[in-house]
């Protein structure tokens, strides 16, 4: 797997500071970074043996995560998300302060008392969107939105509860790249349209479409989470050197244009874009293998590649606004009072992580990052 940026070498550069509090501070060739501790607005952390081999990575890293909930059988109801979220506290380092924030996965049978119940309970703070059959785990998703969700949207519109957004439309006669586009067309512009109160993340946006979508919002009630992969690879790298199945993901890689969009949106400074990883762990033999699964593991090496791409187009100024307040800001959390250190030093990212069952592929196997981060 290669990155398209090559590696960056650092020597002799001056002090530079952000504000007027100084954030990066140079010693000699050596850069470092202090930002808040960030959260991942967009992370799968499966159940069983995955979970437990992937759960210290993201917690690392992160203070908070938006977890998805397309588990088998799906999180459909509060008590289920109840019971995932201490199953996901009892896998975590014994010193760990990551705090999991659940998700319900919404069906054309959730009931509104339902939306009722998950925000009372003060675990549950989205409601994830799949339509039916478009990616991992989503065949029991929303198979007519406005048919029949529109009591259940109402709701969270009175209990400001977000609607997190899978946007891609499932009819196989529209092209797989142009999924995306057509679902903001044909769902999500009407969406927006009729509840112009609802709060609405789309999720992993891929393509200048889904940015400028999001732009043409009221800024507060739309936003987007963006992942390292859809920053950094175009759908070359799904066929360079061969057919790449660690580079498949869903929504699938775009073209390099759409990638330089979804990078100037990130690096502007808007508040309407942030944090999301997608960070989708699968057992390597189901990666591997004649029908792969869609999914990039990306937990071990987001913030460094995140960091890369904000240096490189010199705004590591407006990381941090990216990585840890536009995200609590929109969810109306408080902000992370820790911080961590994002150092100039190069590391080699593991080939493969092993668990019980197997072994997961994390993005950029094997490769050198020049971005490490560490806690404050």
Not at 25 to 50: C, F, N
Not at 231 to 245: C, T, W
């Amino acid at each position: 797997m290669r990155s398209l940026f090559p590696p960056c070498k650092v020597s002799h550069i001056p002090v530079v500071s952000f504000g007027r509090k100084r954030s990066l501070k140079i010693y000699s060739a050596k850069m470092e970074l202090s930002i808040t501790q960030p959260d991942d607005w967009h992370l799968h952390l499966r159940d069983g043996d995955v979970l437990k081999a992937v759960v210290s990575h993201s917690a690392h890293h992160f203070g908070r995560a938006i977890v998805m909930p397309n588990l088998k059988p799906p999180i459909t109801t509060t008590a289920a998300a109840v019971a995932y979220r201490e199953a996901i506290l009892k896998s975590l380092p014994v010193d760990s302060d990551f705090n999991p924030l659940m998700t319900l996965y919404l069906t054309d049978t959730t009931s509104p008392m339902e939306i009722k119940l998950a925000r009372e309970s003060q675990v549950v703070f989205g409601v994830k969107l799949y339509p039916a059959g478009a990616t991992t785990n989503s065949q029991d998703g929303v198979t007519d939105l406005f048919g029949k969700c529109l009591p259940v949207l109402q709701e969270m519109v009175e209990h400001n509860m977000p609607l997190l957004v899978h946007g891609e439309v499932t009819n196989p006669e529209v092209d797989m790249f142009d999924r995306e586009k057509v679902f903001i067309e044909t769902v999500l512009r009407p969406l927006v349209q009729k509840f112009p109160r609802l709060k609405v993340v789309m999720e992993h946006v891929t393509t200048m479409d889904a940015v400028k979508f999001v732009e043409s919002c009221t800024e507060g009630f739309v936003a987007a989470t963006v992942t390292p992969q859809h920053l950094v690879l175009n759908r070359n790298s799904l066929f360079q050197g061969g057919l790449q199945p660690h580079n498949y993901c869903l929504p699938v890689l775009k073209r390099e244009i759409h990638r330089e969009a979804l990078v100037s949106a990130v690096t502007s400074g808007s508040k309407r874009f942030f944090l999301g990883t997608d960070s989708a762990p699968h057992d390597r033999r189901r990666k591997e293998c004649s029908c792969g699964c869609a999914g990039i593991y990306n937990a071990p090496v987001a913030l460094s590649v995140y960091a890369k791409v904000f240096e490189k187009e010199n705004a590591l100024d407006k990381l941090e606004a990216f990585t840890s307040f536009n995200g609590p800001d929109f969810y109306g959390l408080p902000r992370n009072n820790s911080k961590i250190k994002l150092s100039k030093t190069p590391w080699k990212v593991p080939e493969s992580f092993s668990y019980a069952s197997g072994d997961i592929i994390p993005m950029f196997a094997g490769e050198m990052l020049d971005w490490l981060p560490a806690p404050l």
